[in-house]
T-cell receptor
Framework: NAGVTQTPKFQVLKTGQSMTLQCAQDMNHEYMSWYRQDPGMGLRLIHYSVGAGITDQGEVPNGYNVSRSTTEDFPLRLLSAAPSQTSVYFC????????????FGPGTRLTVT | GNSVTQMEGPVTLSEEAFLTINCTYT??????LFWYVQYPGEGLQLLLK?????DKGSNKGFEATYRKETTSFHLEKGSVQVSDSAVYFC???????????FGTGTSLTVIP
């Protein structure tokens, strides 16, 4: 199993550009999440999904969209990039929303100039 | 609401020193508790977990006990190694949707 994969690994955008961060998992996990990691702030939840076709907002959803058309994929879309979205983005999956741990991807480092 | 507070870093220790990283939480009900480790340039990996009060999670010489009475889940290791240098995150799982709550992370550097 590849686990959780993310692409790209690095990305530089100009303010106002849009892009999609890809996330896929091959563990047949129902639950998937997107986090951003900023210095001194830990991980903050952007959006999450409890199954195909079901998504919900986390703590910091503004400026981001998600969809979940398949169990495997959970892309994160930046609609109009802003410098405040410069961060490291992690995708995670888990089989259950409570007891089981999350499995993290390697991250995407995004810089918005 | 749910939240996790962990001790500020950075922490610098000499090899073979004793490590404690404090973590306290606020939660409704009985959440599961986790410690994750992040090595430079990588994603988070599960280090250990505990799913109910008085459980002790352990892995790679690290331990943490789920203390409901003090709402704590402190991470300990008796003798750290240079290879333990990383950022450590305490986390809890909530009861709605897929809500995990993370602390801000504690950076540990172990010097030879």
């Amino acid at each position: 199993n590849a686990g959780v994969t993310q692409t790209p690994k690095f990305q530089v955008l100009k303010t106002g550009q849009s892009m999609t961060l890809q996330c896929a998992q091959d563990m047949n996990h129902e639950y998937m999440s997107w986090y951003r990691q900023d210095p001194g702030m830990g991980l903050r939840l952007i959006h999450y999904s409890v199954g195909a076709g079901i998504t919900d907002q986390g703590e910091v959803p503004n400026g981001y969209n998600v969809s979940r058309s398949t169990t495997e994929d959970f892309p994160l879309r930046l609609l109009s990039a802003a410098p405040s979205q410069t961060s490291v983005y992690f995708c995670a999956s888990n089989p259950d929303g409570t007891v089981y741990e999350q499995y993290f991807g390697p991250g995407t480092r995004l810089t918005v100039t | 609401g749910n939240s996790v507070t962990q001790m500020e870093g950075p922490v610098t220790l000499s090899e073979e020193a004793f490590l404690t990283i404090n973590c306290t939480y606020t939660a409704t009900g009985y959440p599961s508790l986790f410690w994750y480790v992040q090595y430079p340039g990588e994603g988070l990996q599960l280090l250990l977990k505990a799913t109910k009060a008085d459980d002790k999670g352990s892995n790679k010489g690290f331990e943490a006990t789920y203390r409901k009475e003090t709402t704590s889940f402190h991470l300990e290791k008796g003798s750290v190694q240079v290879s333990d240098s990383a950022v450590y995150f305490c986390a809890l799982s909530g009861y709605t949707g897929n809500q995990f709550y993370f602390g801000t992370g504690t950076s540990l550097t172990v010097i030879p």
